[in-house]
């Protein structure tokens, strides 16, 4: 074996979304064009590109690549009429969110949130989606939930879970949500189709980037708008009233 030799799809194969080899550097720009795509494609992950040592000093009249295009697969007709109506039948609706957005995204998800007085939670590391200082940003779902948060999803009767894949973290050890039934009627949007029912039955799942639900969501009015505004508030303030902090008598 060569000094430090490994099997790299071996190795890699089971933490990685593609883990390959490019045994001739002709093959290096068509081997990296796939490896971007897989890695951005569905429920974003990892890919390993191993490079033989030959491979690294090889020459190559190979031309690079062009950019890629990822393929984004959009709602689908019938999911702006479908959400809205399960939206509207709620008494006490949660949004959950997580993944990446753009800035058209996550100002759509402000715009549809506020316009409808829905409470926000952000998902684990995902505080930033949603700027806290709006009257829908209720918290988040990470290390360390604070009671309220924990009774807003206990108590909610639909969950609209944004790029969240409700794992353990969110769900405290898959110990507020029933699994596979949950309490709450479930939506559940994510670009991978492998996660919305992995663990929670949706009541609507769809394979999508969330953020291209919101925009086509956006300037739609909820039926149960006007009735959400009290608790979403009520969840805000309790939210804000736990980051205060206690005195610290001593010496520093």
Known sequence: DAFQEIDYRAAFGPIAKWATE???ADRVPETIARAFSVAQSGRPGPVVVALPEDVLTAPT???PGPSVCVPRPGP???AREAVARLLGQARAPLVIAAGRWSEAGRAALRRFAETNHLPVLADFRCQDLLDNDSPSYVGDAGLGKTPGVRALIREADLLLALGSELGEITTDGYGLLASPQPAQ???HVHPGPE???KVFSAELALACHPEDLLLALDGIALDGRTG????TAAA???WIASLAVPPQPGAL
């Open 76 to 78: 689908g007709a019938g």
């Open 236 to 238: 805000r303030a309790d």
């Open 228 to 231: 959400w505004a009290a608790r």
């Open 185 to 187: 009627r479930l939506i």
């Open 22 to 24: 490019i045994g001739h």
């Open 61 to 63: 009249g190979a031309a």
């Open 195 to 197: 996660v919305p029912n």
